[in-house]
């Protein structure tokens, strides 16, 4: 079974200080992964992606993650947190294309609200 | 703004009703994903569909319909609303069609409220 799993609710964060929001991950063969950010009453907002290459991802507005393969994880991080960071975060993972039932489904976790306190 | 627009951003129906909610993807996109948010089951994938054909489904009623046109707006129909279908509708876009590593891009969403 394919599945997204983030293991915090909530993280709570000062200015400032770095943050890690959490996200493990299972799925067959090589793994698509994404963080999305969503803002109240927003779409959500695609952050960055890993496919392949270099486990250290850098997307928007200072964001990174670090792909694990072995550990199965896809931390998103970020060295200096913003106030204006909070809002709620998914990690998603591509469906498997083993299966053509799976094409282009993304399978999101259950999200990780972020407040970042001044 | 990701360029995927949706429309209505609200709508608020009675039980048994029929509702069509409508996305026009990003420019030069041609695939088109719907999901489903709501409190108690997250973010669900419904249908996919690429350049006018259903490409995936994923936990969709059967009381739910959609398509693509021709000039690849799309289009969500629910019916015989019931009291659960409230959610957020996400409609998305991406350039592939769906075998690559492509990011989809979301709309603002409808907000489905059924009373």
């Known amino acids: 079974a394919q599945s997204v799993a983030q293991p915090e609710d909530q993280v709570n964060v000062a200015e400032g200080n770095p943050l890690t929001v959490k996200c493990t991950y299972s799925?067959?063969?090589?793994?698509?992964l994404f963080w999305y950010v969503q803002y109240p009453n927003r779409g959500l907002q695609f952050l960055l992606k890993y496919i392949t290459g270099d486990n250290l991802v850098k997307g928007s507005y200072g964001f990174e993650a670090e792909f694990n393969k072995s550990q199965t994880s896809f931390h998103l991080k970020k060295p200096s947190a913003l106030v204006s960071d909070s809002a709620l975060y998914f990690c998603?993972?591509?469906?498997?294309?083993?299966?053509?039932?799976?094409?282009?489904?993304?399978?999101f976790g259950q999200g990780t609200t972020l407040q970042v306190k001044p | 703004d990701s360029g995927v627009t949706q429309t209505p951003k609200h709508l608020i129906t009675a039980t048994g009703q029929r509702v069509t909610l409508r996305c026009s993807p990003r420019?030069?996109?041609?695939?088109v994903y719907w999901y489903q948010q709501s409190l108690d089951q997250g973010l669900q994938f419904l249908i996919h569909y690429y350049n006018g054909e259903e490409r995936a489904k994923g936990n969709i009623l059967e009381r739910f319909s959609a398509q693509q046109f021709p000039d690849l707006h799309s289009e969500l129909n629910l019916s015989s609303l019931e009291l659960g279908d409230s959610a957020l509708y996400f409609c998305?876009?991406?350039?592939?069609?769906?075998?690559?590593?492509?990011?989809?891009?979301f709309g603002p969403g409808t907000r489905l409220t059924v009373t």
């Open positions: 420019s030069g996109d041609l695939s």
């Open positions: 799925v067959s063969g090589n793994p698509y």
């Open positions: 998305a876009s991406s350039v592939g069609e769906g075998t690559s590593g492509y990011e989809q891009y």
């Open positions: 998603a993972v591509r469906g498997s294309p083993l299966y053509s039932s799976n094409t282009g489904k993304l399978i």
